[in-house]
């Protein structure tokens, strides 16, 4: 299995363009959140004695499935992966709590990030990495994250 840095370093070979950089801080973390959405519309209920039952989405089984890769990476980004994860539940929870349509605003979130990452990649002259090897879904968010543990000095 590569190491995080092996992630990153050949992540980063397709992401040198300022612009698409500063598109992948926008883009990235909208696409987190929409797939968590569009997943978190799927619902399951769990109960063992009727009385308490326990509901859960597909997002939190997908969510525990990815902490799991995370996890043997990095267990320091994992922990504000998983942080962002909770936030992303949370604000879907409330978007369908004000009944707005959440497959509506996540397809639409989806698919104006996805937009937006090929034309920073455009601009940067260079294909997706995901193109390559899907597991690149997963690290562009750590990716960001490294850089924010960076600037803090924080080792990941």
């Known amino acids: 299995m590569k190491t995080i840095q092996q992630w990153f370093d050949e992540y980063g070979e397709s992401h040198q363009n300022k612009t698409n950089k500063t598109i992948h801080w926008i883009c990235v973390p909208s696409i987190f959140f929409s797939v968590v959405a569009l997943l978190y519309i799927k619902k399951f209920i769990f109960t063992m004695d009727n009385i308490n039952p326990i509901e859960f989405s597909l997002a939190h089984v997908v969510l525990f499935a990815a902490m799991i890769f995370y996890i ?54 260079k294909k997706p990495s ?26 990941y």
């Open 72 to 125: 043997r990476l990095s267990w320091r980004l994992s922990i504000s992966t998983l942080l962002f994860a909770m936030l992303c539940i949370f604000i879907c929870a409330k978007i369908e709590a004000a009944n707005i349509s959440l497959l509506y605003f996540a397809l639409s979130v989806f698919i104006l990030a996805w937009i937006g990452q090929f034309i920073g990649h455009k601009i940067e002259g």
């Open 130 to 155: 995901f193109l390559k090897d899907l597991q690149f879904l997963l690290i562009g968010p750590v990716w960001l994250l490294g850089f924010i543990y960076k600037k803090l000095g924080i080792p």
